[in-house]
């Protein structure tokens, strides 16, 4: 995440996108696109196990309410992917202006950085707490089955979130 608010930054000061940050924002709206919608698909799998096996009613609303915040994630990444696509695309969409990027990225960084936040302060914890080694073993086994057939896609979004990592330091 703070590699992309890098890149926003450098955007909304020149106002403009050169030819490296466009093809940088492709990197990033195929990342959204494909990685994190895998990601939260496979967070969903550990939140069902999780409440199931939820020791008190609070925690499983509080498991329930983290799993709901993937969807409003979902669609903030859908919005801002539709205005990084309208503006990188070869048949540039002019609908959209840098202005509409930099404001639907700021409303999809803050989200997600929240999100995190909550997964590894509150949830993560709780769920550790919740499922025993048995039942970690076994969400294990069902991420490994979900990761299989998308082994090329998750390897090809990894290279690129490294390579993105490593330009905005």
């Known amino acids: ?40 698909l496979k967070e969903s799998v550990l939140y069902r196990k999780s409440i199931e096996c939820a020791k008190t009613i609070e925690d499983a609303h509080l498991v329930e309410s983290i799993n709901k915040e993937h969807d409003e994630g979902d669609e903030l990444a859908a919005a801002l992917q539709k205005v990084v696509n309208g503006l990188v695309s070869p048949t540039f969409n002019s609908e959209y202006t840098v202005d509409d990027m930099v404001a639907a990225a700021k409303a ?57 990592i490593s330009k905005y330091k």
Do not use: R, W
């Open 108 to 164: 999809y960084l803050l989200e997600e950085c929240h999100h995190l936040d909550e997964e590894d302060q509150l949830i993560y914890p709780t769920i550790s707490k919740q499922l025993s080694e048995k039942e970690l073993e076994e969400v294990s086994m069902v991420f490994d089955a979900m990761d299989k057939p998308k082994q090329q896609n998750i390897a090809m979004m990894e290279l690129a979130s490294d390579q993105l």
């Open 1 to 40: 995440m703070a590699s992309f608010q890098m890149l926003l930054d450098d955007v909304e000061e020149a106002n403009d996108i050169n030819a490296e940050q466009e093809a940088d924002l492709k990197k990033f709206e195929q990342f959204l696109g494909k990685y994190s919608h895998h990601h939260h």
